[in-house]
T-cell receptor
């Protein structure tokens, strides 16, 4: 059975800290791994990682895919209160279906 | 933001009643998806569509049906709602999954409560 596991489930940090969120997966036909940020409403797309693009960076956020370890990390440096959200990891395993982890809830305290 | 509109945004109904949720897109994307999001489970795929009148089941499809008669609209129907279907429902769209590895973009969700 395909599955995606995220850790930790929740995290509380102070502004300025650096955080690392983890995502591991077991799927039969990996195509890509995606990270989303969810605040109050819709998940918003952050990064997509594939075999041909294993590292992405945007401002203070960066992500790396480790295909050997079947995992990915999402790093956020110099955290701000606006980074408080649920971060979702999803894996595209068949080209038509995405499997999501349960998410990591990040709270950044001023 | 991707042009995705879900309606209604909130609904409260009683067990046994039929419920239809609508997802409307203005992006002309081929793929459309319905998910439910529950605490402890994350987002789970209910059904998806890969074209007009072309749909397939996801991992939690029991008790749900879908229809797509136009590219822009994807309807999710609960024929006889049960309390276990109380959830937040998200619609997502994607331009092309199999060829260009395009990400999904989500609507704002529908909060459905079944009493």
């Amino acid at each position: 059975e395909d599955k995606v596991v995220q850790s930790p489930l929740s995290l509380v940090v102070h502004e300025g800290d650096t955080v690392t969120l983890n995502c591991s997966y077991e799927v039969t036909n990996f195509r890509s791994l995606l990270w989303y940020k969810q605040e109050k409403k819709a998940p918003t797309f952050l990064f997509m990682l594939t075999s041909s693009g294993i590292e992405k960076k945007s401002g203070r956020l960066s992500s790396i895919l480790d295909k050997k370890e079947l995992s990915s990390i999402l790093n956020i440096t110099a955290t701000q209160t606006g980074d408080s959200a649920i971060y979702l990891c999803a894996v595209d395993a068949t080209g038509n279906q995405f499997y999501f982890g349960t998410g990591t809830s990040l709270t950044v305290i001023p | 933001d991707a042009g995705i509109t879900q309606s209604p945004r909130h609904k409260v109904t009683e067990t046994g009643t039929p419920v239809t949720l609508r997802c409307h897109q203005t992006e002309n994307h081929r793929y459309m998806y319905w998910y439910r999001q529950d605490p402890g489970h994350g987002l789970r795929l209910i059904h998806y569509s890969y074209g007009v009148k072309d749909t397939d089941k996801g991992e939690v499809s029991d008790g749900y049906s879908v229809s797509r008669s136009k590219t822009e609209d994807f309807l999710l129907t609960l024929e006889s709602a049960t309390s276990s279907q109380t959830s937040v429902y998200f619609c997502a769209i994607s331009e092309s999954v199999t060829r260009n590895n395009q990400p999904q973009h989500f609507g704002d969700g529908t909060r459905l409560s079944i009493l």
